[in-house]
């Protein structure tokens, strides 16, 4: 199970950092097996890729947004992060925390938390 | 990157009645060693995440009614809803994991005739 917990307001000014959280319950986040993935969905983008990461700190991230993605894992809050600097209004959407079943990224997605709504605007 | 095109955009289609929606992948998605195509569906409902269907191209996510059905090699994929039911109203998405940047398809929006 995911749960996301969004750290931070869901309404950000232009230039400012997104940043979210999703907490795994339910299991551990240092299990290996498992990827742990952030996706985003717009009306303009349709569902983009963000990027996913392993617990041990392997990390593939989207290269149309790689210079401003950080991704990080807390593993001892069971949490993984997402970081996204300097927003403009196209990183409004609706962000999702995912879980993919494998050891590389190049799996599937068996299951997505509840999205949040992050609008950016002035 | 893998674009994944998918069609119709939307259908309409009778209770009891087939459903089947598209999707092609710009390249070839196939692990010839395993023999598996990486191609995943997912089922969205308003305000709700994606909902894993079907993965491996073919095989059915665990508690997923037998009546949705994916089929497909190469670059072209199906999904078939046979014996379509009110709950079944959402869009649907195919995606890639073939390779990163993992890509989705833009969707096709599926309704009650």
């Excluded at chain 1, 041990?56 to 950080?70: D, M, Q």
């Excluded at chain 2, 190469?74 to 109203?89: K, P, S, W």
Aim: glycine share 10%.
């Amino acid at each position: 199970q995911l749960q996301r917990q969004a750290a931070g307001p869901g309404l950000l000014k232009p230039s400012e950092t997104l940043t979210l959280t999703c907490t795994v319950s339910g299991g551990s986040i240092s299990t290996s097996g498992y990827y742990w993935g952030w996706i985003r969905q717009s009306p303009g983008h349709g569902l983009e890729w963000i990027g996913s990461i392993f617990y041990r700190g392997s990390i593939y991230y989207n290269p149309s947004l790689k210079s401003r993605v950080t991704m990080s894992v807390d593993a001892s809050k069971n949490q993984f992060s997402l970081r996204l600097r300097s927003v403009t209004a196209t990183d409004t959407a609706v962000y999702f925390c995912a879980r993919h079943v494998g050891n590389l990224p190049t799996s599937h997605f068996d299951f997505w938390a509840p999205g949040t709504l992050v609008t950016v605007s002035s | 990157d893998i674009v994944m095109t998918q069609s119709p955009d939307s259908l309409a289609v009778s209770l009891g009645e087939r459903a089947t929606i598209n999707c092609e992948s710009s390249e070839s998605v196939l692990h010839t060693s395993s023999n598996k195509h990486y191609v995943a569906w997912f089922q969205q409902k308003p305000g709700q995440p994606p909902k894993l269907l079907i993965y491996w191209a073919s095989t059915r996510e665990s508690g997923v009614p037998d009546r949705f059905t994916g089929s497909g090699s190469g670059t072209h994929f199906t999904l078939t809803i046979n014996g379509l039911q009110a709950e079944d109203v959402a869009v649907y998405y195919c995606q890639q994991y073939f390779y990163t940047p993992l890509t989705f398809g833009g969707g096709t929006k599926v309704e009650i005739k």
